[in-house]
């Protein structure tokens, strides 16, 4: 994110317009300035989130990052179209790579689409 940006969102109305790597594309840009470690970390997370919409959802696809800078925290979140899901949820290894590097993460299941967050908590 810029300076002065505290939430940015990109929303993906179809698979043909925007691939993963347009999203990756986009989320650098928002990120210049800042450390190397941090971006790195964001873009796992961000990846990993998107790709598991882009791969159980239907569009549109929802990005959304949201600096809380007295906490020195970020929240992604990513929405998709989705039927409800019945049953638990069962983190495959890209949601089990999101837990290891994220504070906390949970998913939203409302009527027609689920979110799935993490929250990132920058140290200094």
Do not use: K
């Not at 990120?31 to 989130?49: F, R, S």
């Not at 890209?94 to 799935?116: C, I, M």
């Amino acid at each position: 994110m810029t300076a002065g940006d505290d939430a940015v969102v990109l929303v993906v109305q179809d698979e043909d317009s925007t691939s993963p790597a347009d999203v990756a594309l986009w989320l650098l840009e928002r990120l210049e300035g800042w450390p190397e470690h941090d971006v790195q970390l964001v873009t796992v997370v961000v990846g990993e989130l998107f790709d598991n919409a882009w791969n159980h959802g239907s569009p549109p696809y929802v990005v959304e990052l949201v600096l809380d800078r007295w906490r020195e925290s970020l929240t992604i979140s990513v929405r998709d179209r989705a039927d409800r899901r019945v049953g638990p949820w069962r983190p495959a290894a890209g949601l089990l790579l999101v837990d290891a590097l994220s504070a906390r993460w949970g998913v939203l299941s409302q009527d027609t689409t689920t979110t799935v967050w993490a929250e990132l908590v920058f140290e200094d």
